[in-house]
Structure formats: C-alpha cells, structure tokens
C-alpha cells in the first residue's frame, strides 16, 4: 500500500462523510436560522423554542435522507472492499 492509496481512501471516506453528513446539517441550520429570525421578529426568547422544531426537523430529515445515506455509506464500502480485495491479489 502506497502514500497515494493511503491518501485515495482519506480523501474518499472524508467525501463520503460529507455527503451523508451535509443534507441533515444543512436543513438543521436552514431550520434554526428561520426559528431565530421568527424570535427576533416576534421578541420571544423562548430557549425551548429553537430545540424542539429543530430536532422534530432533524428526526423527519433523517427519515427522508436514511436510503440515500445507506446506499451512500454501501457504495464506499464496497469500493473499499474492491480495493482491499485487489490489493491481496
């Protein structure tokens, strides 16, 4: 195994992370961003307020986002698999 194989599979897994990772990070920020605009319009400062949506929002989001997130995180594993496997032969 060489640096630049090394470096290959990094770069693959920090990419594959972001994929999975970014659609529900996205949402949770776009969620909390709206809910704090709402408090600064309306002066509520409510704490509860900005939690329970936003992890309503994330719990949906996950449940929406779970297929793309599995075949995401399948396809890399076999890859890796793949190469593990082409590397021993």
Known sequence: MTETTV??????A??????VGAPVMLIAL????????FQALTQIQEMT?????????????LL????????????FGH????MIVSMGT
């Open 7 to 12: 470096l290959e599979i990094g770069r693959q």
């Open 14 to 19: 920090v990419f594959t992370l972001l994929m």
């Open 30 to 37: 776009t969620v909390g961003l709206l809910i704090s605009l």
């Open 49 to 61: 307020l900005v939690f329970v949506p936003k992890i309503l929002v994330i719990f949906i989001s």
């Open 64 to 75: 929406v986002l779970l297929p793309f997130m599995m075949s995401t995180m399948i396809s």
């Open 79 to 82: 890859a890796l698999f793949d």
